[in-house]
């Protein structure tokens, strides 16, 4: 089993920023890739950002040139700094790890328990 633990979240004013933070930990043969993705109420969970192993990311068009992901190998730990956060970005932020077990076995995805991000206007 995998765990993911996430920190960082909270309440800020809308031009503010905070950085999220989550480590996995647990039965980790290779860490292939993790993301950050949100869910606002009401509304479907969606990707927010992803990052590989090899520190290729992929964003949201709603997020490109505000958040930034980026992870430490040596920890298994992906961050994402949030930028000039604005309300539309209220949302429950979930981690989401992508994880070999073992030598060949499948991949399996892993979720944290979210963390909440709110953006005063």
């Known amino acids: 089993q995998v765990q993911l633990v996430e920190s960082g979240g909270g309440l800020v004013q809308a031009g503010g920023s905070l950085r999220l933070s989550c480590a996995a930990s647990g039965s980790i043969f290779r860490l292939n890739a993790m993301g950050w993705y949100r869910q606002a109420p009401g509304k479907q969970r969606d990707l927010v950002a992803t990052i590989t192993r090899e520190a290729i990311t992929n964003y949201a068009d709603s997020v490109k040139g505000r958040f930034s992901i980026s992870n430490d190998n040596a920890k298994n730990t992906v961050y994402l700094q949030m930028n000039s956060l604005k309300p539309e970005d209220t949302a429950v932020y979930y981690c989401?790890?992508?994880?070999?077990?073992?030598?060949?076995?499948?991949?399996?995805?892993?979720w944290g328990q979210g963390t909440q991000v709110t953006v005063s206007s």
């Open positions: 989401k790890a992508i994880v070999t077990p073992g030598f060949l076995a499948t991949p399996v995805d892993y």
